[in-house]
């Protein structure tokens, strides 16, 4: 199994970091901590790809509105609370986007719809995307110790754990969402 990870762990990481990437930091941070891979390589690949997605999805709308709009129809309420964070925190919801599930991916597309500067969009996502990066590839590694602990012998049951734990939240917040 750690050789699957040595030989594709990264390659995983950068796949899904494309779309959002928290969950795949957390799991590498920890992975990063066993020895499994290097903890200064997956915060960059997890980072050049969190980045490279959201320049992605920010031109999608930018160039393509109709798609954009069309794939964003059933998203409603995130949407209303995309623009509602947009109206209220300005450029800095760049920042804030990286952290909330559920509307992560939707912040830049709806801001590629705005007549919102590319160029400012960029700057920002640019550094969001180290800060996001920083934080969580760092805090995923430091709690590897007592999340790899908790599965003493079999160290991808600490994994399984902080995958549950995610997606308990993860849950949380889409209940929250609905009221």
Known sequence: MEDIIRDWGYLALFLYSFGGGFVGLVFAGVLSYSGDLNIYISILVAGISNFLGDQFLFYLARKNKNYA???MKKYGRKIALAHLM????GSFVVFIQKYIYGIKTLIPLAMGLTKYSALKFSIFNGFATVIWA????????TAGEYILSLGDDFKYVGLGIILVIILTISYIFKKIEKK
């Open 86 to 89: 947009m109206r209220k925190y």
């Open 134 to 141: 920083c934080i969580v590839g760092y805090l995923s590694f």
């Open 69 to 71: 709009k069309d794939m």
